[in-house]
């Protein structure tokens, strides 16, 4: 099956290693685009390794930081409520399924943990991230798309 011509158009970023991200946060755009993390790092491919799509719509660089918490330091109840609710970082199922695999992967040693990011600035990501998700197939994205 050939590669579709608006995904080949695609010019993504290099693929950064989670752990250097959390390193040189400053990598990350301060702009409105996409995220993908694999658990590899050459060019993207569908259903190869990649484990979650996503948007931000105003800024790659504040979006992208919920993901790089350490996850040996992710809160499991928020610290605002005074730990009665659920820690918004976990009420996204995606997110906690990432997190959860970048923990296990550290757990057993893998240091560096194999998962990279990588970004394509892009304003209104909206309807990119959709299709992204359809023809990637992301692990962990829990949108249902048609």
């Known amino acids: 099956m050939s590669v579709p011509a608006w995904f080949s ?7 950064v290693k989670i752990e250097d991200l959390r390193q040189n ?3 990350l755009p301060r702009k409105a685009g996409i995220y993908v993390f694999t658990n590899y ?7 190869t390794g990649v484990l979650y799509v996503g948007k931000a719509g105003l800024s790659l660089y504040q ?4 993901y790089l918490a350490d996850p040996t330091d992710v809160q499991i109840f928020s610290r605002r ?13 995606g997110k906690a399924q990432l997190l959860v695999e970048v923990a296990q992967r550290m757990n057993l ?3 560096p943990c194999g998962i990279w990011v990588r970004w ?3 304003t209104a990501p909206e309807v990119l991230e959709d299709d992204l998700i359809k023809y990637l197939q992301p692990a962990f994205n829990t949108k249902q798309l048609k």
């Open 9 to 15: 158009a695609l010019r993504w970023s290099d693929a």
């Open 109 to 111: 040693g893998c240091v």
């Open 25 to 27: 946060r400053g990598l």
């Open 120 to 122: 394509l600035v892009k």
């Open 63 to 66: 979006r992208v930081q919920s």
């Open 81 to 93: 409520s005074g730990g009665t609710r659920v820690s918004s970082t976990l009420k996204h199922p």
């Open 41 to 47: 790092d050459f060019a993207l491919e569908k259903n």
